[in-house]
């Protein structure tokens, strides 16, 4: 059964930082891996996809990479800003069809 | 605009009310999911539907029932409402396997 952690599960840092966020998965068969930002009472944001066969993905300030054989994926967050606060969550998506892991997610705080 | 739509977001009922959660995409994506959110356990997968009258269990379908009678409509029905089942639910669709998904915005369910 596939398993997904993230840690930190809560991390402060002062605007202007950069700083990575880790994810690990126990399967290392996954079809893909998509990052996604929640804030307070809201919905999930996509914000990357990566598929397997792909290293790393990049968007804006922020960049994805994936490691399958150790089962490592990194969110990096380049020059932090307060907008930036919110769950990060990530989602593997492994065995036959549509089935999805999700952590249990990193809660980020950027204090200006 | 492509998006999810998920009704109602807000939902107060009493235990072993029949109650249904419709989810709708204008995406024509081919494949749907149901995620409860529970703090401490993440979202977690309770149904998915790979395309029209295909539909399979994720890993917590009790007490949950699902159809996929249209592409656009997979509305989640829980034929007898119970105080555990009382979480933040999503709907999600895509358009193929690993192409990433898109959420909606949440229905928070309360069972008194």
């Known amino acids: 059964k596939q398993e997904v952690t993230q840690i930190p599960a809560a991390l402060s840092v002062p605007e202007g930082e950069n700083l990575v966020l880790n994810c690990s998965f126990t399967d290392s068969a996954i079809y893909n891996l998509q990052w996604f930002r929640q804030d307070p009472g809201k919905g999930l944001t996509s914000l990357l996809l990566i598929q397997s066969s792909q290293r790393e993905q990049t968007s804006g300030r922020l960049n994805a990479s994936l490691d399958k054989s150790s089962g490592r994926s990194t969110l990096y967050i380049a020059a932090s800003q307060p907008g930036d606060s919110a769950t990060y969550l990530c989602a593997v998506l492994s065995g036959g069809y549509q089935k999805v892991t999700f952590g249990t997610g990193t809660k980020l705080q950027v204090i200006p | 605009e492509a998006q999810v739509t998920q009704n109602p977001r807000y939902l107060i009922t009493v235990t072993g009310k029949k109650l249904t959660v419709t989810c709708s995409q204008n995406m024509n994506h081919e494949y749907m ?80």
């Open chain 2, 33 to 112: 999911s149901w995620y409860r959110q529970d703090p401490g356990l993440g979202l977690r997968q309770i149904y998915y539907s790979m395309n029209v009258e295909v539909t399979d269990k994720g890993d917590v379908p009790e007490g949950y029932k699902v159809s996929r009678k249209e592409k656009r409509n997979f509305p989640l029905i829980l034929e007898s409402p119970s105080p555990n089942q009382t979480s933040l639910y999503f709907c999600a669709s895509s358009y193929s396997k690993g192409v990433g998904y898109t959420f909606g915005s949440g229905t928070r369910l309360t069972v008194v």
